[in-house]
Structures are given as structure tokens and as C-alpha cells.
């Protein structure tokens, strides 16, 4: 799972991303190419920006909705892959080229994406300060109760 510092870089970066020609020109390292079906045009079809780690060739990223994901196999479909981690994106459920967008649809595609952002950021906030609280009642454990 990617830091917090990470996903606020990617939604910053990925605010021109709604084209399908600049997240399809990411994956030029791309791993998998013919005869597979998670080919660069297919990713990109689905919404995938290619960001890879120096051990994870294959991370991918939506624009939208921020699903993170790795670990791809030739066989896998980026489309279904996409869908079945994330049924509520609201780029999968336009399924338009932002082209053929009216302008209140692109609004709507700004506010899911901002709404994601605040979810996956809220979240990872929400463990931090799970992980902090539960440190601190161990701390505070020991102390009542050494030994």
C-alpha cells in the first residue's frame, strides 16, 4: 500500500489523466505486451496509469478512483480487474471517452475524484491514529500493570 505522501503526489499528477492517450503514454516500461491481455491499451482503457516501484514493475494506479494495484498476470483483464476491486468508480460506470463528455459529466468525474481522495486519505488517517491509539494503551498498560 502506497504512502500518504504517494496518493497526494498521484492525485496532484494525475489531474490531466482523464485523457486516455497521456495514461496510455505511462506505460512505456510496461512488462506484459502481446499475447497477453493486459496489454498497455487495455490498462489504459480502464482507467490505469502505470507507476512503477524499482521492485514492482507492474503498479498501476486509476486517476480516479485511486485503486492501487500489482501482482498482474498475462490473462488478467484490466477492465474486470478494475471492477471487480473497485464496482463504484465513476469512471468504469460512465465507460465514455472523455471526449464524448458533456460538461456536467466531467464535473461529475472531478467530485468522485476528489471524494476518493478524501476516502483513501481519511482512511489512512483513521488507521495512523488507530495504530497511535492502540500504542498508546499498550504504553499505558505496562505501566499500570509491569511486569
Not at 477492465?79 to 468504469?92: I, Q, V, Y
Request: charged share 30%; glycine share 4%.
Amino acid at each position: 500500500m502506497s504512502s500518504l505522501e504517494v496518493i497526494k503526489n498521484r492525485f496532484e499528477s494525475f489531474d490531466n489523466m482523464y485523457s486516455r492517450d497521456l495514461r496510455l503514454q505511462t506505460f512505456t516500461n510496461w512488462p506484459f505486451r502481446e499475447d497477453c491481455n493486459c496489454t498497455p491499451d487495455k490498462m489504459a482503457d480502464a482507467g490505469f496509469v502505470h507507476c512503477p516501484a524499482d521492485n514492482e514493475p507492474d503498479v498501476v494506479c486509476c486517476f480516479l478512483c485511486l485503486l492501487e494495484l500489482e501482482g498482474w498476470e498475462p490473462d488478467d483483464e484490466p477492465w474486470d480487474e478494475h471492477m471487480k476491486r473497485s464496482p463504484t468508480c465513476a469512471f468504469l460506470l460512465l465507460n465514455k471517452d472523455v471526449n464524448d463528455l458533456t460538461v456536467a459529466e466531467l464535473f461529475h468525474l472531478v467530485k468522485e475524484r476528489t471524494k476518493a481522495f478524501i476516502r483513501k486519505v481519511g482512511g489512512m488517517k483513521m488507521a495512523q491514529l488507530r495504530d497511535a491509539y492502540e500504542k498508546a494503551q499498550k504504553s499505558i498498560q505496562s505501566k499500570l500493570h509491569p511486569g
